[in-house]
C-alpha cells in the first residue's frame, strides 16, 4: 500500500536551533517528493521537489535530502526562526498504473514544528 | 500570494444545508484540486480537473461534487451538510516547472456548520 509516514508528529525547538523532519515511503513507483510548508489556518507553500536521482536540495535555510533506496527524506532547517513555526508535509508522487499512469499524490500527516523565543 | 483565490473565506450554515465554494486557479494554469482539512488532520484530496474535464478522484463523498468551468475557475459543492464537513477547503492550481509540477494553494474556505 502506498503510504507516507512522518516523524515525530510534534516538535519543539529553541529560536536558533536546529533540527530535523523525517520522512519515509512505501510509495511505489516512486516520481518524486516534495516538502510543504502550511502555517495554522493558511494553505501550503512549496519548499523544495526532489527527483529520483537528486540527493540533496537547499532552499535558504531549509535542505532536503532524499534516499531513494531506503525511501527515506529528511528536511532540516538551520538556525530556526520564529516564523518557521509551521506544519511541514512530505508529499510523494508516483505513477497510478490502474488510471493511465496518471501522477498521483500521496501527502503525510505532518510534522507541527513549535520555535520558541 | 499564490495566485489562486478561494471564496468566501468563512461559511457558517446548519446541518442539511448546501454551500457552493469557488476556486479561481493562477492565470495560465488549466489544473484545479480541491483538499479538504479537518482540524489537527492531514490534507485529503477530493478531486482534480484539469481544462475543464474530471481528472482523478479522491475521497471525495458522494454529497460532494465540483466542476471547472470554462474560464477555467471551479466551484465545490457540498450538499446534506453534516457537522463532520466542517474544515478547511482548500483549492490549489499547478504549473510545470522543468518537467515538475507543483501546487499552488489558495487561501482556503473556512466551513463551520452547526
Known amino acids: 500500500k502506498n503510504q507516507v509516514e512522518q516523524s515525530p508528529q510534534s516538535l519543539i525547538i529553541l529560536e536558533g536551533k536546529n533540527c530535523t523532519l523525517q520522512c519515509n515511503y512505501t510509495v511505489s513507483p516512486f516520481s518524486n517528493l516534495r516538502w510543504y510548508k502550511q502555517d495554522t489556518g493558511r494553505g501550503p507553500v512549496s519548499l523544495t521537489i526532489m527527483t529520483f536521482s537528486e540527493n540533496t536540495k537547499s532552499n535558504g535555510r531549509y535542505t532536503a535530502t532524499l534516499d531513494a533506496d531506503t525511501k527515506q527524506s529528511s528536511l532540516h532547517i538551520t538556525a530556526s526562526q520564529l516564523s518557521d513555526s509551521a506544519s511541514y508535509i512530505c508529499?510523494?508522487?508516483?505513477?497510478?498504473?490502474?488510471?493511465?499512469?496518471?501522477?498521483?499524490?500521496?501527502w503525510g500527516l505532518g510534522t507541527s514544528l513549535a520555535v520558541n523565543p | 500570494d499564490s495566485g489562486v483565490t478561494q471564496t468566501p473565506k468563512h461559511l457558517i450554515t446548519a446541518t442539511g444545508q448546501r454551500v457552493t465554494l469557488r476556486c479561481s486557479p493562477r492565470s495560465g494554469d488549466l489544473s484545479v484540486y480541491w483538499y479538504q482539512q479537518s482540524l489537527d488532520q492531514g490534507l485529503q484530496f477530493l478531486i482534480h480537473y484539469y481544462n475543464g474535464e474530471e481528472r482523478a478522484k479522491g475521497n471525495i463523498l458522494e454529497r460532494f461534487s465540483a466542476q471547472q468551468f470554462p474560464d477555467l475557475h471551479s466551484e465545490l459543492n457540498l450538499s446534506s451538510l453534516e457537522l463532520g464537513d466542517s474544515a478547511l477547503y482548500f483549492c490549489?492550481?499547478?504549473?510545470?516547472?522543468?518537467?515538475?509540477?507543483?501546487?499552488?494553494f489558495g487561501p482556503g474556505t473556512r466551513l463551520l456548520v452547526l
Open positions: 508529499v510523494v508522487s508516483y505513477l497510478d498504473h490502474n488510471a493511465g499512469n496518471n501522477r498521483k499524490l500521496i
Open positions: 490549489a492550481s499547478s504549473a510545470r516547472d522543468r518537467g515538475q509540477e507543483t501546487q499552488y
